[in-house]
Each structure stands twice: as structure tokens, then as C-alpha cells.
């Protein structure tokens, strides 16, 4: 028996390919989990152009593969997390559907807004915490709610939350003042919710990676190639060489550790923010 098999796992921002939560979603569904993937589905506004986001054609691309490398089911679900009501209704849905949700994993996020404090705009700063941080904080309640309710005579058959932080949430990043505040948010949410649910045998947990190149991840380093004024070949030599295992972090990384505390063997694991960023970050 595989160790996620009879689990279902909603995880959001899980239609880029090559992204965080695709990677998750593979490991989850290579240990017989059943997967939602979730994402906004299409452009909204100036900052979430199409390729800022996970549009339903990535969606149903994503779950295609997964589908075919893994024999798991996997369905898709759009999803805005800056909408209570559509982040309910995605809830409703899974647990209408497949009659459990067990594993929520919070990856939605926005990395590519790259400004100073003198230079972030209301309207952006609103943006990134309303994604990063306050789309975390619904799912999180209502993904509890519905863990709890799904064997409320002795508290719920508990679950996993899982929120995709970041080294920006324990140090200071440079031109990422809404980013690196969402993520310094996160964990705080992380710790607090992690007090609240526990009693229902639920643990909430985050992971913290640093630097990893995937779509958005090369959007962010050819945005600081140009305010350092630098090549991105610098710019990914410098992260390379400044950290203790001489790379950058892959999907995969953070992939493993989601499974971990996913599992069973981090049962008693709460309220923790686990840093995968190969020695990098130490707190």
C-alpha cells in the first residue's frame, strides 16, 4: 500500500508547468494520493497575465501527465484565491466529489512583483498579500472546516495543511517588500492555525525553499539581472555559489518535504516552518 493511498490532496497554483506545485502534486500522486489540482485558470489585470498564472489549458495539460505517469486520479478545479466564495465552492466541491478532503497544500502565490518599499504601489502590496497570504489563510479555514466535519463525533479524521512559504519568510529580501511580507505572514498564519487545529488532529506546517528556477522562479532572475545589472548567468552563479551545496534548489526539494509532512512519519510534526534551501537558511 502505497503511504498517500485513500488521501485526497487539494493543492492551488498548481497549473504552470515545470512550477512548485506541479512537482508536488507528481509526488503525492507517485504515493497513491488523489489529486485536485487548482489554479486561477485565466489572465485577471494587469499583474496576472497569462504567463504569470496556471490557465485551465495548464491545468488539464498538468493532470493529463500526472494522470499518465502515475495511473493516480487527478482532476482540475479553477479557483481564485482572492475570492472567499470560489475558494468555498472549491471545498464544496472536492468534498461533494471524492467525500473527504485529507491534504491541503497552499502553493498560490505571486513572486514576479519585484519593488523596493519606496517603489511598491498600494494596489500591488494588495495584490500580493491578497494572494499569498490571505488566499492561504481561507483555504486553510475552510479545508479545516471540512476536515472536522467529516467525522465530527470524535473531532474529525484530522488532515494536513501544508503552506508553501519561503526563505523571504524568515530573512529580508531585497526589492520584494510585499513578497517577503506575505511570507513572513505565512508562517505567522502557519503557527497560529497550527495552535487552533491541532486538538482535531490536524497539523499545519510550512516549507520555506529558497531560490528555485522554475517559470516564475526565471522571471525573478531576469528581473534581478536588470536591477543589478547583471547577466542572469551571474545571477544564478551568485545563488549558487553562495550557498553551502554550491546549487540552487529544484521542485523536487520542496516536493519531498511537502510528502514528509504529508505523511504519517510527521504525525507530531506542528507548527514548524522547515527551510529546504540546502544549508542556506538556518533558522
Same mark, same amino acid.
Do not use: F, Y
Given at each position: 500500500?502505497?503511504?498517500?493511498?485513500?488521501?485526497?490532496?487539494?493543492?492551488?497554483?498548481?497549473?504552470?508547468?515545470g512550477g512548485l506545485g506541479q512537482a508536488i502534486a507528481r509526488r503525492f500522486a507517485e504515493e497513491g494520493a488523489t489529486i485536485i489540482l487548482s489554479d486561477i485558470g485565466k489572465p485577471s489585470g494587469l499583474h496576472l497575465p497569462k504567463d504569470a498564472i496556471g490557465t485551465a489549458d495548464d491545468l488539464r495539460s498538468t493532470a493529463a501527465t500526472l494522470s499518465a505517469q502515475t495511473s493516480a486520479r487527478v482532476v482540475t478545479m479553477t479557483c481564485d484565491v482572492r475570492s472567499e466564495e470560489e475558494i468555498k465552492q472549491c471545498v464544496a466541491d472536492t468534498a461533494e466529489q471524492f467525500g473527504q478532503l485529507d491534504i491541503v497544500v497552499n502553493n498560490a502565490g505571486i513572486g514576479h512583483i519585484m519593488t523596493s518599499v519606496l517603489d511598491c504601489t498600494a494596489e500591488e502590496w494588495d495584490l500580493v498579500l491578497s494572494v499569498n497570504l490571505r488566499g492561504a489563510f481561507l483555504f486553510t479555514k475552510y479545508g479545516a472546516m471540512q476536515m472536522i466535519a467529516q467525522n465530527p463525533k470524535n473531532g474529525g479524521r484530522g488532515g494536513r495543511i501544508i503552506n508553501i512559504s519561503s526563505q523571504a519568510g524568515k530573512s529580508g529580501i531585497p526589492n520584494m517588500v510585499a513578497y517577503t511580507s506575505s511570507k513572513h505572514g505565512m508562517i505567522g498564519l502557519t503557527r497560529a492555525a497550527a495552535i487552533d487545529l491541532g486538538r482535531h488532529g490536524i497539523t499545519v506546517n510550512a516549507v520555506c525553499p529558497n531560490h528555485v528556477t522554475t517559470q516564475l522562479g526565471a522571471v525573478q532572475n531576469s528581473k534581478r539581472s536588470q536591477i543589478n545589472g #547583471?547577466?542572469?548567468?551571474?545571477?544564478? !552563479?551568485?545563488?549558487?555559489?553562495?550557498?553551502?551545496?554550491?546549487? #540552487?534548489?529544484?521542485?523536487?526539494?520542496? !516536493?519531498n518535504a511537502c510528502f514528509f509532512l504529508a505523511s504519517e512519519n510527521a504525525s507530531y510534526i506542528n507548527g514548524e516552518a522547515v527551510n529546504v534551501s540546502g544549508g542556506e537558511e538556518m533558522h
Open positions: 500500500m502505497k503511504i498517500l493511498e485513500n488521501k485526497v490532496a487539494l493543492i492551488t497554483g498548481a497549473g504552470r508547468p #547583471v547577466t542572469v548567468e551571474q545571477v544564478l !552563479a551568485t545563488r549558487a555559489a553562495t550557498n553551502p551545496m554550491r546549487r #540552487v534548489g529544484l521542485p523536487e526539494d520542496t !516536493a
